[in-house]
C-alpha cells in the first residue's frame, strides 16, 4: 500500500555532512508527519527529528543546531541534512510515516528500509 525509500547514506568524515531523503509512494490519502529514526549496534531505535504537514518540527537534543529536518508535500518527500556529523551519529537510519491509504482513509505508522551512516577517520 505504501513504500518508503531512503537515499543518501554512507560514510562520511567527523565534521562532515550527508543529506538523506525519503520518498513515500502507493495509495496515499494523506500524510500527517514523516521524520527519521536511527538505531545504532547494540542501542534501541530512537528519534532523530520529525516534521508535520504544516511544518512543525521536533529534533532530539542531540542533533538539534547540526541536523535540520524538511520536506516537499508536493513529493511526499522527506529529507534529513545532517552537519557537523560526529562518530556517535554513526547508525542505521530509518524513515518514518504517519500516513492514510485511500483503501481505508486511516492513518498508520510506515518505516523504510533503513540506510547506514558512518561517520569514521
Known amino acids: 500500500q505504501v513504500q518508503l525509500v531512503e537515499s543518501g547514506g554512507g560514510l562520511v568524515q567527523p565534521g562532515g555532512s550527508l543529506r538523506l531523503s525519503c520518498a513515500a509512494s502507493?495509495?496515499?490519502?494523506?500524510?500527517?508527519?514523516m521524520g527519521w529514526y536511527r538505531q545504532a549496534p547494540g542501542k534501541q531505535r530512537e528519534l532523530v527529528a520529525t516534521?508535520?504537514?504544516?511544518?512543525?518540527?521536533n529534533y532530539a537534543d542531540s542533533v538539534k543546531g547540526r541536523f535540520t529536518v524538511s520536506r516537499d508535500n508536493a513529493k511526499n518527500t522527506v529529507y534529513l541534512q545532517m552537519n557537523s556529523l560526529k562518530p556517535e551519529d554513526t547508525a542505521v537510519y530509518y524513515c518514518?510515516?504517519?500516513?492514510?491509504?485511500?483503501?481505508?482513509?486511516?492513518?498508520?505508522?510506515?518505516w523504510g528500509q533503513g540506510t547506514q551512516v558512518t561517520v569514521s577517520s
Open positions: 502507493g495509495s496515499i490519502f494523506s500524510i500527517y508527519a
Open positions: 518514518n510515516g504517519v500516513i492514510g491509504v485511500r483503501s481505508t482513509y486511516m492513518m498508520d505508522n510506515y
Open positions: 516534521i508535520t504537514s504544516g511544518g512543525t518540527t
